[in-house]
């Protein structure tokens, strides 16, 4: 099959146009479930840790209980315990533990490409009630 000088390249153009697209929507598509993932991985643990140290028993000492939290939850978060920031707010002797929770979230795609920079950022608050017998 013959082509005309006018056709020359046009199946190339339009390939390297279909992977570009398919490429960026993959690496957007793994950027917002990695970024979800890493979100609710931080939630879960956070959410664990307030509840380990609002279910404790009342007699123990309230700060070694929320240390011994704390790094429990930095052992379960592994390499990512150094961006994510634990801090309990409450007092001892407070009805309720408040837990404070900050972690960035995450950018896998150049900060030209993206637009929105980070995907699954979290800065929440954990508040609940003690239990007592």
Request: overall charge neutral; proline content about 4%.
């Amino acid at each position: 099959m013959t082509r005309s000088r006018a056709q020359t390249g046009s199946g190339l153009l339009s390939t390297l146009f279909g992977v570009s697209a398919t490429l960026v929507m993959l690496g957007l598509a793994v950027n917002v479930a990695l970024g979800l993932w890493s979100r609710s991985t931080v939630d879960a643990i956070a959410y664990d840790t307030a509840r380990y140290v609002a279910t404790a028993d009342p007699d123990l000492d309230d700060s070694t209980v929320k240390a011994e939290a704390l790094e429990r939850a930095n052992r379960l978060l592994g390499s990512r315990a150094a961006e994510v920031s634990m801090k309990f707010t409450s007092r001892p002797g407070d009805d309720q533990v408040e837990l404070r929770v900050e972690s960035p979230g995450v950018a896998l795609m150049p900060r030209m490409i993206s637009a929105a920079p980070m995907v699954g950022g979290l800065d929440r608050r954990i508040v609940m009630y003690r239990e007592r017998s």
